[in-house]
């Protein structure tokens, strides 16, 4: 069988990788001059190549059309992926957050891992080629593929997998090519948006001051005002930046906003706010002995020169001014309501957010083609036969941890495999 791949990032180099193994005639076609570019860019350069997690979990971790994935993640798991590399030598490590690294930490490695595989298995390639339409023909009442038209030929084949990635980091060539090639043969795209991405703050003077700012272990909540519910918990890590938040923890909640009803409207209503709690590990309760203990050891210090053991030093001035108590007050003349004024301030830690940034920030984009149309035994198309889809152009999108990657191998192998 001949099989064509379109896109050359983990999901297409998958997908090429194990119709190789079993026997087809593979081409890969990817119109940048290298493979695996977005690939290099993740967990900050070093590869979060997956969840150490039970495979049950990583459903739990994907909000967008997790049940959709349920074979997928059963037919190529976590353990698949590191054996994948351990067989080129490559070992990983695990790390906070059930995240999984190579051992080397250099994101290059892991695909060094995937180049050799393709080379091994006869993978040919197509550099710096761009496919402009997939050809297919009609036969009883169905549509058939037939092969790719490209800017400078025309390939058949038996098999076609597409696996061009969504809108996010349109340098590494993720650009929504394969939403058109798609739509173009009867698809239906959910609009793409920014998942994973960076959060802008209404207050942006209090963001630019505590800009560079990291914290590890806090907790935040995505808080719908007008409805007085949740939309997300989560505790780890964060930080400020000159336009609002970002940080593992910030990222994450983004995936559910980018699917909350009638977001945008609420945003502009300043309705979503975002919680933050300094202080997780303490109860009101005890963070008020806290403070209290530390106020009696420093009776005679200024308000201002009294949280250093408390709070790093750059959200000292913000808290100071939030909670409206007089700077230059000494500390045993603090009152009991301002002091509980203050352990508010430090567990409900309220922003107000404008919205996300762009989808060209984003980490992975939420969209793509409608999940109703993929058989998801096979990722077969229901309109096309012989058109598969594979990665991010589907509409599934996941938290970080690797997870996205994961949905990256696991449909790949699935549209290799079928």
Do not use: W
Not at 339 to 349: G, H, Q, T
């Amino acid at each position: 069988m001949k099989v064509v791949v379109i896109g050359g990032g983990p999901a297409g180099m998958m997908a090429a990788i194990t119709a190789s193994k079993k026997g087809d005639n593979v081409i890969l076609i990817e119109k940048m001059k290298s493979l695996g570019r977005k690939l290099l860019i993740t967990g900050k350069g070093r590869c979060n190549i997956t969840s150490s997690l039970p495979i049950e979990e990583f459903i739990k971790n994907t909000p967008g059309n997790g049940k959709f994935l349920f074979s997928c993640y059963q037919s190529f798991t976590n353990e698949d992926i590191i054996n994948f590399l351990k067989e080129e030598g490559l070992n990983v490590k695990e790390e906070r957050g059930n995240r999984v690294f190579p051992v080397t930490d250099h994101s290059k490695d892991v695909l060094e891992c995937f180049l050799k595989k393709l080379k091994n298995n006869n993978v040919e390639i197509h550099y710096d080629e761009k496919v402009e339409e997939i050809l297919y023909k009609e036969k009883e009442n169905h549509k058939m593929v037939t092969g790719v038209k490209t800017d400078k030929e025309t390939i058949l084949a038996d098999k076609i997998i597409l696996a061009t990635g969504g809108k996010s980091y349109p340098l590494t060539g993720s650009t929504g090519d394969g939403y058109k090639l798609a739509k173009k043969v009867g698809h239906t795209i959910i609009d793409a948006k920014p998942s994973l991405v960076p959060i802008e703050i209404y207050q942006k003077d209090i963001c630019k001051r505590l800009q560079g700012l990291s914290l590890r272990n806090v907790s935040i909540r995505l808080l719908d005002e007008e409805k007085g519910k949740n939309i997300y918990e989560d505790f780890g890590e964060m930080m400020f930046t000159h336009f609002g938040v970002s940080g593992p923890i910030i990222l994450s909640s983004s995936a559910h906003l980018v699917r909350y009803n009638n977001v945008e409207e609420k945003y502009k209503k300043r309705a979503i706010k975002l919680v933050i709690d300094f202080k997780p590990a303490l109860s009101e309760q005890k963070l008020e002995a806290r403070i209290l203990r530390d106020f009696s050891e420093l009776k005679n210090k200024q308000y201002k020169n009294s949280l250093d053991k408390l709070l790093p030093q750059k959200l000292i001035p913000v808290i100071i001014e939030e909670s409206k108590i007089e700077p230059t007050k000494k500390v045993n003349e603090i009152t009991k309501e301002e002091r509980k004024r203050l352990v508010y301030l430090l567990k409900s830690f309220i922003l107000e957010i404008k919205g996300l940034r762009p989808i060209e920030e984003a980490i992975i984009t939420c969209g793509g083609i409608n999940i109703k149309e993929i058989n998801p035994k096979t990722m077969e198309s229901k309109i096309v036969k012989g058109l598969y889809f594979a990665g991010e152009i589907i509409d599934v999108d996941s938290y970080t941890g690797g997870f996205n990657l994961q949905i990256a191998y696991s449909t790949g192998y699935v549209a290799g495999l079928s």
